[in-house]
């Protein structure tokens, strides 16, 4: 019976020792996140808060509501790398870093087109399906999905963030 005993915590520590940490590194660099969408006002363009397919982008310029673009309202308002788009997928609310990873990884940042269901990298070509909730990459260019960041549903206003 000691013998087993002794064979276990051999057999467990080396399972311990084998164990290799398998954390993924985006190719987008994580800078800072902070989007405050208030889902209970005004008109977005592409984004009705119940309708799955519906998105907003947030951009160096801010987002489009009520046909002018809302910028920055604080100094903790950030934009990510390349952008930020919400999408309400079958998942639910979702939200992306709009930097396309392939282009990323080579050394430049083109934010990548939202336009329906797709998020498009003007530069590279490569296609990122939004409406699976994932942002996979679907020519095969880029090996990765886009950056996907924290979405924070509370009282009817999304907060996005970097995921921890």
């Not at 907003?56 to 950030?78: I, Q, R």
């Not at 282009?103 to 083109?110: D, K, P, V």
């Not at 990122?128 to 996907?148: F, K, V, W």
């Amino acid at each position: 019976m000691r013998r087993f005993g002794l064979i276990g915590l051999l057999t467990i520590c080396l399972f311990l020792c084998s164990c290799e940490e398998t954390h993924f590194q985006s190719s987008v660099p994580a800078y800072p996140v902070r989007v405050s969408i208030d889902t209970k006002i005004g008109q977005f363009v592409h984004f009705q808060p119940t309708a799955q397919n519906s998105y907003v982008v947030v951009n160096k310029d801010g987002y489009f509501l009520n046909n002018k673009y809302v910028l920055p309202t604080s100094v903790t308002d950030a934009w990510g790398y390349g952008g930020v788009v919400v999408f309400v997928s079958m998942n639910g609310y979702v939200a992306f870093d709009l930097a396309c990873p392939y282009c990323a990884a080579h050394g430049s940042c083109e934010p990548c087109e939202v336009n329906s269901l797709f998020a498009e990298c003007p530069h590279c070509g490569e296609r990122y399906d939004l409406g699976s909730g994932y942002a996979i990459p679907q020519t095969g260019i880029s090996h990765e999905a886009l950056r996907e960041l924290m979405v924070i549903q509370s009282d009817g206003k999304l907060t996005i963030s970097q995921k921890q």
